[in-house]
């Protein structure tokens, strides 16, 4: 039996094994117009977490309700936070959600969506570091559902059917989560939102090695259904939780704010529950996804 202070060579490689790429997720920032709001204060901290513990990060992936309505001043708010924070900071994708469209005219809110984040409409994807980055959203301004056209879900189809993907995680995000699969999403919850739930569901079934992750629903990564195994049947999903504030199982709102560290190795994918507020890892939340 060996001593507990010996390490041999192959304990000491694992140990040090090295992610062949690492992203963040955060979701639901809320920025509103007010510099001193607490939800923007919570957007700041958790850009400077994640600068302090993030070197080489392939970027942070946004997944909705960026702005708390769209409006033109809260980009504003948003984009100064961003620049305050620049010096290190790894790049930022969004995702469209619905406070950033719904509470105005469709196109008008979705010109400020387009405009403000550099993003290529309501779909788009990225190849970062080898890896696959698909980002849906609604086509429609709905208070709280998203839409998917039949022309954007034959696209997610295609893009996930990619040789290039077939044998290694791609990362899927969408604002609302399908029902009854994560965190808050559960029917009676009240907080699934795909008009297309079926019919999502169908493409996700044909491509398992897809990790989809998703916001809304704001309940907290201690929550029950953080995760939903997949199985091999169908993608593994990822409630991301919220930056400006949290919600409970016993739906009941929370002070606090959290999001994800990802890791992918060769054989599997690391997601790590991050509470922004403490600095700290979210213990029940550390998540190993094997390929």
């Known amino acids: 039996m060996r001593h507990h202070d010996h390490i041999d060579l192959i304990d000491h490689a694992q140990a040090i094994e090295q992610p062949l790429a690492a992203f963040q997720v955060i ?31 392939s970027g942070i992936m946004h997944v909705g309700d960026i702005t708390d309505h769209g409006f033109i001043e809260e980009y504003g708010e948003l984009k100064r936070i961003i620049e305050a924070n ?41 190849w970062i570091d080898g890896y696959h980055f698909i980002f849906l959203g609604t086509e429609q301004g709905l208070e709280r559902f998203c ?50 739930d079926k019919e999502l569901k169908q493409v996700l079934s044909k ?32 409630n991301a939780a919220s930056v400006a504030y949290l919600w409970t199982d016993e739906d009941v709102h929370l002070t606090g704010s959290q999001g994800f560290y990802v890791e992918i190795y060769a054989d599997k994918v690391l997601v790590r529950g991050r509470d922004f507020a403490s600095g700290s890892w979210v213990e029940s939340a550390q998540f190993q996804v094997n390929y």
């Open 27 to 57: 979701t639901d920032t809320h920025v509103t117009g007010n510099a001193d709001h607490e939800y923007n204060q919570n957007f700041d901290r958790a850009l400077k977490d994640i600068i302090a513990n993030a070197a080489g990060s």
């Open 86 to 126: 620049r010096e290190g900071l790894p790049p930022i994708l969004f995702t469209l959600g619905n406070h950033d469209v719904a509470f105005g005219n469709w196109s008008s809110r979705l010109g400020n969506y387009t405009a403000q984040t550099g993003m290529q409409g309501v779909y788009h994807d990225h």
């Open 147 to 196: 839409h998917l056209t039949k022309q954007q879900l034959e696209w997610l189809d295609q893009k996930l059917g990619e040789k290039a993907s077939a044998d290694k995680p791609v990362f899927v995000f969408l604002h609302q989560p399908l029902m009854d699969t994560v965190a808050g999403s559960l029917q009676a919850q009240n907080w699934y939102g795909v008009e297309q």
């Open 207 to 238: 491509h398992p090695q897809a990790i989809m992750f998703t916001g809304h629903t704001h309940w907290q990564l201690e929550a029950e259904h953080t995760m939903f195994d997949g199985k091999g049947e169908t993608a593994t999903m990822f």
